[in-house]
C-alpha cells in the first residue's frame, strides 16, 4: 500500500467522472445492464454485480477499454460477493438503528471491499477486514467520501432513476481512484509487444 496518501474525497470524485467522461457509451449500458439484474433479481446478485463492476472499471483504467464480459465475472464469485453485500447491509442496518452518522461510518468502512475481493482475490471477510482497516487510517476523511458518494446517488435516483446511469458508474470509478492510488491495482494488463509478424 501507498504511504501517506491523503484522503481526497472531491478529487477522487472527479478523477471517476474523468474515467466515466472517456467512455460514457459503454458506461451507460453497463449500468443499464447492472441495475436491470439487481432490479430483477431482488438485489440478491447486488453483490456479483458491483463486484463485476469493479473489474469493468479496473479494465478501463489499466487498458483503456470496457469488456461486457467483466461485468458477468463477477459472478464467478457469487457467494463472497453476496456476503459482502448481505454483511454490508446488516452492519449498516445496525448503525440505522444508532443514527444516520454510523450508516456512512459503516459505508466507510468497506468502500473497497469487492476491490479486495476481485482484485486481490481475498474471501469475503478477509476482503471486508482490509477495507476495514484501510479506512480505520482516516475514519472522518473516508467517512466524508461514502457520504459524498450516498449523496450522489441519491441524486441521481431523484432524476427518475436515469441519473443512477451515470452516478453509478462514477462512483465506483472513484472508489477505484481510490484504490489505485491508496494500494495499487495487483492485477497488470499483458504488455504488447506489437503485431505479430507471420513470414
Known sequence: MAANVSVT??????LGWSVFKEDVGNFI????IGLALMSFSAFVVTGPVLAGFCLVVRRRMLEGRIDLNDLF????????????????????LGGFALCIVPIFIVAGFYLFSYLFLVDRKLPFWDAM???RKLVAQD??????FAALLALL??????????GLLVTVPVSVAAVAAAYKEIVGFAYQPVASHGPIHIP
Not at 475514519?139 to 466524508?144: A, K
Not at 446517488?153 to 436515469?162: D, K, P, R, S
Open 73 to 92: 465475472a463477477g459472478f464467478s464469485q457469487f457467494v463472497d460477493a453476496l456476503l459482502i453485500s448481505l454483511l454490508t447491509a446488516i452492519f449498516m
Open 129 to 131: 477486514e482490509s477495507s
Open 9 to 14: 474525497p472531491g478529487r477522487w470524485i472527479g
Open 153 to 162: 446517488n441519491v441524486a441521481g435516483g431523484f432524476l427518475g432513476g436515469v
Open 29 to 32: 449500458l453497463v449500468a443499464l
Open 139 to 144: 475514519l472522518v476523511g473516508y467517512t466524508v
